[in-house]
């Protein structure tokens, strides 16, 4: 069974940082891509950050780019998503997701339940 | 870029046939087949029923289908049921290697 495990909320204050996790298990991590997409309060999805199966090559929305950095680690079968400069609007609940395929296109056939992240004073 | 643009709501009694469009441009919808669609019930997560336009997951219904035609994508569920009541995203993969989403519709079951 493919399980996309997330911790849950945290807090964080505007200009702070922060590391999502994401640990696997079910299928092999090296033969996928994955991504992170997040849904901010009364809001629709929006895809935040993809990364191959390799984890050689990276993805980012406009929103977040320079400020987040995405990256596999193989050992522990974890996805992380580092956040810096973290502003009030990227207060969202983020999802991990899995591709369909060892390549990248946002076809994401498994998510995990979710990482709330708030971000205010 | 900005999202797909999707009806905000649409409804359909039990039993009809409702249709969900997510328009987008030759810089995504219209530049490759990789649109997919997902069902996305509330306190859920949400759930791929469309991948590559048109083809289903394993254990996704024949009710659920997918065309294109152009910059624009479509869903259409058939034999309406109460369970898919449920907002509904479209997204496409763009050349540039990003994805983007479209606005969601909420589906409602009357």
């Known amino acids: 069974e493919v399980q996309l495990l997330q911790p849950g909320g945290v807090l964080v204050q505007p200009g702070g940082s922060l590391k999502l996790s994401c640990t696997v298990s079910?299928?092999?991590?090296?033969?996928?891509?994955m991504g992170w997409v997040r849904q901010s309060p009364g809001k629709g999805l929006e895809w935040v950050s993809g990364?191959?199966?390799?984890?050689?090559?990276?993805f980012y929305s406009e929103s977040v780019r320079g400020r987040f950095t995405v990256s596999k680690d193989f050992p522990t079968k974890t996805l992380f998503l580092q956040m810096t400069n973290l502003r009030v609007e990227d207060t969202a609940l983020y999802y991990c997701?899995?591709?369909?395929?060892?390549?990248?296109?946002?076809?994401?056939?498994?998510w995990g339940q979710g990482t709330q992240v708030s971000v205010s004073t | 870029q900005s999202a797909l643009s999707q009806p905000a709501s649409v409804s359909g009694s039990p039993g009809q046939s409702i249709t969900i469009s997510c328009a987008g441009s030759s810089g995504d919808i219209g530049a490759y087949d990789h649109v997919s669609w997902f069902q996305h019930h509330p306190g859920e997560v949400p759930r791929l029923i469309l991948y590559?336009?048109?083809y289903r997951p394993s254990g996704i219904s024949d009710r659920f289908s997918g065309s294109k035609s152009g910059n624009t994508a479509s869903l259409t569920i058939s034999g309406l049921q109460a369970d898919d009541e449920a907002i509904y995203y479209c997204?496409?993969?763009?050349?540039?290697?990003?994805?983007?989403f479209g606005g969601g519709t909420k589906l409602t079951v009357l």
């Open positions: 590559d336009v048109h």
């Open positions: 997701a899995k591709d369909r395929l060892l390549l990248w296109f946002g076809s994401f056939d498994s």
């Open positions: 990364i191959d199966a390799t984890g050689k090559r990276t």
């Open positions: 079910g299928f092999s991590f090296g033969s996928y891509a």
């Open positions: 997204n496409s993969y763009t050349p540039s290697g990003r994805v983007i």
